[in-house]
């Protein structure tokens, strides 16, 4: 299965052959490269630039406080959280609410007790969309509809006996510079949550894989264009 590097010179090649793609309507459009309906693995939290991990801690705060405004983001909201909110900091998507929130159906607890209950269930998914964001994701102002639709989970043994739990995660959309580093790194910290849930209950060390990703669009945007060039993704 092709890595993060690999997504990385299919950009690169777009950007070398000018493959753009334009998204907008009359009134303001942009550029974009985007590489549709991929699947690769993870074997580094990010494809273009490395994370800002400090953001990324102050961030997966406002995750597990199950906010649903971004002025509750430790020191302040970045742009792109305001730019999708009601104009008073309302959104849809706090990650941390939508698996552990029992308004969301407690996706979490409803994934871990699926793999506990039959190690070999094909049931065990932690659904971040919903039917209704269709219509949710433009109320009162807001522009946010939710990029991430599910993740499914499997635990596998190799031949050792050694127990792997597997991580799939799957998107809608995918910004593959900024969105991209700050998702992996979530997915990364909820997997070994899990991880460690498991090894507890079953009293036997769980192997974390490296996480499957799967975007209907990962993208990558003009104003970003400048990290595809030489030396100037660091």
Not at 27 to 38: F, H, P, R, S
Not at 170 to 199: E, I, P
Not at 216 to 224: A, D, N, P, V
């Amino acid at each position: 299965m092709i890595k993060t590097e690999d997504i990385l010179k299919q950009f690169k090649e777009k950007y070398d052959n000018k493959d753009f793609r334009i998204i907008g309507n009359n009134v303001q459009q942009a550029k974009t490269i985007e590489l549709q309906n991929v699947q690769f693995e993870v074997d580094k939290p990010w494809i273009v630039r490395e994370p800002n991990y400090d953001y990324f801690n102050r961030e997966l705060e406002w995750y597990k406080s199950e906010s649903l405004n971004v002025n509750d983001i430790p020191e302040g909201a970045p742009t792109m959280w305001k730019s999708c909110a009601t104009p008073i900091g309302y959104i849809n998507s706090n990650y941390g609410w939508m698996i552990w929130s029992k308004d969301n159906y407690n996706q979490f607890d409803h994934c871990l007790q699926k793999l506990i209950e039959d190690p070999h269930t094909r049931e065990a998914c932690m659904i971040y969309n919903r039917p209704s964001m269709q219509e949710d994701y433009n109320k009162f102002g807001m522009h946010d509809f939710c990029c991430t639709y599910s993740v499914q989970c499997f635990i596998n043994e190799d031949k050792e006996g050694k127990k792997h739990l597997k991580y799939i995660v799957y998107m809608r959309s995918n910004d593959a510079v900024f969105g991209f580093d700050n998702d992996a790194l979530w997915h990364k910290y909820v997997q070994q949550m899990l991880r460690n849930r498991l090894s507890e209950h079953f009293n036997e060390e769980f192997i974390a894989d490296n996480i499957i990703w799967n975007a209907g669009s990962l993208h990558i945007y003009e104003r970003h264009f400048k990290y595809l060039e030489d030396g100037q993704n660091e």
